[in-house]
């Protein structure tokens, strides 16, 4: 299994002010994802990762909000812009093989207060 | 489309008690179904999936699910807990050409001492 790692692991931030979060994964994956999870809540997609293109996002989330990084295989980015405290919540990569039924594997998380 | 329903928001057992977290799903397409655990503060971690084959599907630390066709439920089990068990379990789907995941609520599970 891939070994995902995330920075930061948590940070408070101003309202309106931007956070850039960071995953690397130790070997190269073919699909990464980002995912939300607000508090008391399950997760939910905010979009998959393309490498060499534009993300790909789910209903309700935009790229002007959540811009995505995908340089190469082993490394993306994910960024939650112009925050309110609406968007306390952590945020998980996953990453995966890219084949129905293969298993995720996620990161450790980052977790985001907004105040 | 596909959904997930975790019929219990919360479970507490003894330690040493036997326990069952409820899953069931919705799907038009073949199904495959996987139990994630989040301990506090960390990501997640696959318990097990099914794929195919054999309906029992045994995971890590013990635990096991079976996976029901005609109920459309993939329940996990384990006889017997520890307070280690304590966290949050995640029952989730992807299914026909969809390689995303989607997730139910989570249940938690306390064991007590």
């Known amino acids: 299994s891939a070994v995902i790692s995330q920075k930061p692991s948590r940070d408070i931030c101003q309202r309106g002010t931007s956070l850039t979060i960071q995953c690397q994964v130790d070997s190269q994956v073919t699909m990464m994802f980002w995912y939300r999870q607000q508090p008391g809540q399950s997760l939910t997609l905010i979009a998959t990762a393309n490498q060499g293109s534009e993300a790909t996002y789910e209903s309700g989330f935009v790229i002007d909000k959540f811009p995505i990084s995908r340089p190469n295989l082993t490394f993306s980015t994910l960024t939650v812009s112009n925050m309110s405290p609406e968007d306390s919540s952590i945020y998980l990569c996953?990453?995966?093989?890219?084949?129905?039924?293969?298993?995720?594997?996620f990161g450790p998380g980052t977790r985001l207060t907004v105040l | 489309a596909q959904s997930v329903t975790q019929l219990d928001s919360q479970v507490p057992v003894f330690e040493e008690a036997p326990v069952e977290l409820r899953c069931n799903y919705s799907?038009?397409?073949?199904?495959?179904l996987f139990w994630y655990v989040q301990y506090p503060n960390q990501g997640l971690q696959l318990l097990l999936k099914y794929l195919s084959g054999s309906t029992l599907v045994k995971g890590i630390n013990g635990f096991e699910a079976e996976f029901n066709k005609s109920q459309t439920s993939f329940h996990l089990r384990k006889p017997s807990v520890h307070i280690s068990d304590t966290a949050e379990y995640f029952c989730?789907?992807?299914?026909?050409?969809?390689?995303?995941?989607?997730f139910g609520k989570g249940t938690l599970l306390t064991v007590n001492p």
């Open positions: 799907s038009s397409v073949s199904v495959y």
């Open positions: 989730a789907v992807s299914g026909g050409s969809n390689y995303k995941l989607t």
């Open positions: 996953s990453v995966s093989s890219g084949g129905v039924g293969d298993t995720q594997y």
